[in-house]
């Protein structure tokens, strides 16, 4: 039996509270933190092509590399539907393009 007052502290958590206790369900969770690091790494990976600091943005490269990675890792543990593997290769192929697109879309500003 749900009692009134925990039901009105469940309602009172914060935007970040609620994500990080999944309820807003996998896809909307992990699309929310994969383009809020795409955005990252196009931010300031355009900033260091802008300014040709090359090793700033190899550096800025490999973290969005390895953001990628650990959010597919998070998918495949929080993942409990059917073709495991058939949704984690699509996903990743996915992130792959985008991933290359945004690249080629930092290494705009170089004139």
């Known amino acids: 039996m749900n009692h009134p007052q925990q039901e009105q502290t469940l309602d009172d958590r ?3 509270a ?3 206790a999944g309820e807003y369900g996998l896809a909307i969770t992990y699309w929310l933190f994969y383009f809020v ?3 990252l ?3 300031f990976g355009s900033r ?3 300014a040709e600091n090359w090793i700033q943005y190899l550096i800025i490269v490999a973290a969005m590399l390895a ?3 650990i959010l597919i890792v998070g998918i495949r543990a929080a993942y409990k539907g059917p073709q495991m ?7 990743s192929s996915v992130f792959m393009i985008i991933n ?3 690249g080629i879309s930092t290494l705009g500003f170089i004139y």
């Open 14 to 16: 914060s935007f970040m």
């Open 18 to 20: 609620r994500l990080l």
């Open 37 to 39: 690091g795409c955005a």
């Open 41 to 43: 790494f196009f931010y």
């Open 48 to 50: 260091a092509v802008d």
């Open 67 to 69: 953001y990628t990675f």
């Open 85 to 91: 593997w058939k949704v984690m290769s699509r996903t």
């Open 100 to 102: 290359i697109l945004v």
